[in-house]
């Protein structure tokens, strides 16, 4: 077998860990690998490890036992995730991006592969001791940043529809309150997406009333899923009383009427990293 030198296989080792954050690698998985010694391997990994978070990049972590092993977790720390919230913030503020009804135009930011990726690593790093067992969206927006988060956390994305597909077998229905609109809409779930017992944490792109997030946990009591979480990119802060509980949002968005712009402008847009990220980044 072809020996390989250390930069090599720690080059090659942090990539493995890095398309698959939060699965656990044994360490005879990159010693069969490479061809090398546990003591080599061992040796190579504690290097990543100081690397990794010398340049925050996550945190590898050792599993001891029989059936243990690495993890790596991209976790983004607290002080560099504020930083980066802020430059977004500050970016969507103004008066370019408001639009009727009291939303904010975000779709390209939304459509950033980076950006996304960026957003959903903070999300992750907020979630990551609660374990869910996947991440549930509403279609269509906030499939992006949840896609992230899931790769990020380490498992699959689950897709709620307004309506059901032939393709995904008999489905679950319910109806809810939309918290913007106050129309009644439909929700739907394949019955095959997700088990009764697991632990969900649901991601979307935007909160204002709550109603979607809080059909979203309606639908997971009628599969008997525990939610473990709420988290958004975007949540106003008019109304101040939402119709879900235990959330994080990345920002908090208001109109302000006061500020002058240009003539025919629906509010100036006052965007700001949320509360927690604040407390958290300080």
């Known amino acids: 077998m072809e020996k390989y030198r250390r930069n090599e296989r720690m080059s090659v080792t942090l990539k493995l860990l890095s398309d698959e954050p939060n699965r656990l690698f044994t360490l005879s998985h990159f010693c ?3 061809g090398t010694a546990k003591s080599s ?4 990994l504690d290097i990543l490890r100081k690397l990794v978070s ?4 996550g945190e590898i972590e050792t599993i001891t036992g029989a059936s243990g092993g690495i993890i790596y977790r991209p976790r983004i720390s607290m002080t560099e995730s504020l930083s980066y919230i802020e430059k977004l913030s500050r970016s969507l503020s103004g008066t370019s991006r408001v639009l009727p009804g009291g939303f904010l ?4 930011i939304l459509a950033d592969p980076i950006a996304t990726q960026k957003m959903g690593r903070i999300l992750a790093s907020a979630y990551y001791d609660t374990f869910p067992d996947f991440v549930l969206t509403m279609e269509t927006k906030g499939i992006p940043v949840a896609l992230t988060t899931a790769h990020a956390l380490g498992v699959p994305l689950v897709i709620a529809r307004h309506t059901s597909k032939a393709y995904e077998g008999s489905a679950v229905n319910i109806n809810y309150v939309s918290g913007s609109s106050g129309s009644i809409q439909t929700m ?3 019955r095959r997406a997700v088990q ?9 792109d935007f909160l204002k009333g709550g109603g979607t997030a809080k059909g979203m946990v309606d639908l997971m009591k009628e599969f008997d899923v525990k939610v473990v979480g709420s988290a958004f990119v975007i949540e106003t802060e008019v109304p101040a009383q939402k119709r879900v509980t235990n959330v994080r949002s990345l920002m908090t968005l208001a109109i302000d009427d006061n500020i002058e712009g240009e003539e025919g402008d629906l509010g100036y847009a006052v965007v700001r990293p949320s509360k ?3 407390e958290a980044g300080l």
């Open 188 to 190: 739907s779930l394949a």
């Open 196 to 204: 009764a017992g697991q632990q969900c944490l649901i991601v979307d």
């Open 276 to 278: 927690w990220l604040k």
């Open 54 to 57: 010398s340049f925050d990049l």
């Open 41 to 44: 391997m061992s040796e190579d």
């Open 105 to 108: 135009y975000t779709s390209d």
């Open 32 to 34: 069969e690998l490479f």
